[in-house]
T-cell receptor, first 109, second 112 residues
Framework: GQQVMQIPQYQHVQEGEDFTTYCNSS?????IQWYKQRPGGHPVFLIQ?????EVKKQKRLTFQFGEAKKNSSLHITATQTTDVGTYFC?????????FGAGTTVTVRA | ETGVTQSPTHLIKTRGQQVTLRCSSQ?????VSWYQQALGQGPQFIFQ???????GRGNFPPRFSGLQFPNYSSELNVNALELDDSALYLC???????????FGPGTRLTVT
């Protein structure tokens, strides 16, 4: 079955620094979605990428979908304490979302 | 616009018992999915309901079953509870024409 892998599992970042988290699927995806889950909370939809090579930006967050539609990345610039949480990518095929294990981000002030 | 709501918030059950979890979808959404999220893991797809029928299922045994009602609300039923069923159960709704899902706050189930 479809598997979605994310690296790194943990990201410890100094406030103000940049970082990137990566997502890889074992199969080609119809689209990929990114979610953020704060500690004790539930996943919140951030963005969806559909087209091969698509790049979307949300303020300090840049999302990219690979040319082969099997990988994606999330790059955060000038990390802030509000960026703390777990970021999940999720690949959509047919009727279901397959989530990666997430990248948990902590920020050092 | 009302968001996705779930009840109860927390639940403690004993191994072998049965449990029913409830979900009200966001206004205008007709498709509901259920996920199990173990501690430190990503959500795992259980099944999806559309037009009151299950139209997709993940790798979960038949003792996980569900319902969707005409108002698009949904239930997740788990029979013969096992210790490994302890997890956060998330309901997510969407419009059938859109892919992005909107999650409820979840039900934390503990099986002892």
């Amino acid at each position: 079955g479809q598997q979605v892998m994310q690296i790194p599992q943990y990201q410890h970042v100094q406030e103000g620094e940049d970082f990137t988290t990566y997502c890889n699927s074992s199969t080609t995806l119809s689209n990929i979605q990114w979610y953020k889950q704060r500690p004790g909370g539930h996943p919140v939809f951030l963005i969806q990428l559909v087209k091969s090579g698509e790049v979307k930006k949300q303020k300090r967050l840049t999302f990219q979908f690979g040319e082969a539609k099997k990988n994606s990345s999330l790059h955060i610039t000038a990390t802030q304490t509000t960026d703390v949480g777990t970021y999940f990518c999720a690949g959509f095929n047919d009727y279901k979302l397959s989530f990666g294990a997430g990248t948990t981000v902590t920020v050092r002030a | 616009e009302t968001g996705v709501t779930q009840s109860p918030t927390h639940l403690i059950k004993t191994r072998g018992q049965q449990v029913t979890l409830r979900c009200s979808s966001q206004s205008g959404h007709n498709t509901v999915s259920w996920y199990q999220q173990a501690l430190g893991q990503g959500p795992q797809f259980i099944f999806q309901y559309y037009r009151e029928e299950e139209n997709g299922r993940g790798n979960f045994p038949p003792r996980f079953s569900g319902l969707q009602f005409p108002n698009y609300s949904s239930e997740l039923n788990v029979n013969a509870l096992e210790l490994d069923d302890s997890a956060l159960y998330l309901c997510a709704s969407r419009k059938d024409t859109h892919y992005e899902q909107y999650f409820g706050p979840g039900t934390r189930l503990t099986v002892t």
